[in-house]
């Protein structure tokens, strides 16, 4: 039904390509300047770290799902990453990037290299504690980047976004409604969104109920097989 490469139509209003592929290998294979909207959540070289001393539920096998667990995208590789983003973006676009506090670190100084306005790290509030020793984590950073000038479609929202998270979902799920929040600031109906790292799906799920279009990758198999039979059943 979704193969690589091949656009599907799931609605009247939005175009559907999903691929099972190294991301940056996905992403060179779009055409330059063929993306309106990059949303996305990497496996940061860090969770290893926090994989050790058990203060993460990223595992090679979730208690919650039998899925496998895709391996950790190294810092060594965001250069050519972000290169590929900045090359698919249309002009006057942005681009937002999940990652905790020591990736911040690390990617915007690259992703402003390669030529990005790097405007602040949104503040996700989870409102549910999650695992750990020292002052346990109830949020995320989304980085938050501009490739020219575009401005955000409604100016009133703040940047801590108030979103429970998922619980007992598919490992690391993003809840829906904070995607409704930033496929809604930073595109309008009929773009095309990207999600280079789909894991279960979410970017997708927003961009589509929203009259998107949707290009999604992910170098598992599970998760092919799991977004895949998700969007089949938006109407």
Known sequence: MILEGVGVTVCETSEL??????????????????????????????????????????????????????????????????????????????????????????????????????????????????????????????LFFEKGKRKLNNLSIPDVLEVPRIHRGYPTEKPVELMDILINQSSVEGEVVCDPFMGSGSVGVSAINLSRNFFGNDISSASLEHVTKRLSNIE
Not at 110 to 127: H, L, Q, R, T
Request: hydrophobic content about 35%.
């Open 17 to 142: 390509v999903l691929s099972q592929d190294d991301a940056v290998e996905f992403l060179a294979s779009l055409p330059s300047e063929s993306i309106d909207l990059v949303v996305t959540d990497p496996p940061y070289e860090s969770l290893e770290k926090h994989r050790k001393i058990g203060t993460t539920t990223r595992l090679k096998k979730s208690k919650s799902s039998s899925n496998d667990w895709f391996k950790i995208f190294p810092n060594s590789r965001f250069e050519e990453f972000l290169h590929q983003i900045y090359r698919v973006l249309k002009k006057n676009t942005h681009f937002y990037l999940m990652c905790d506090q020591e990736t911040a670190f690390v990617v915007k100084p690259i992703a402003e290299s390669c030529g990005f306005k790097f405007w602040k790290p949104i503040v996700w509030d989870k409102k549910k504690i999650g695992m750990g020793y020292h002052y346990r984590a109830r949020y995320e950073f989304i």
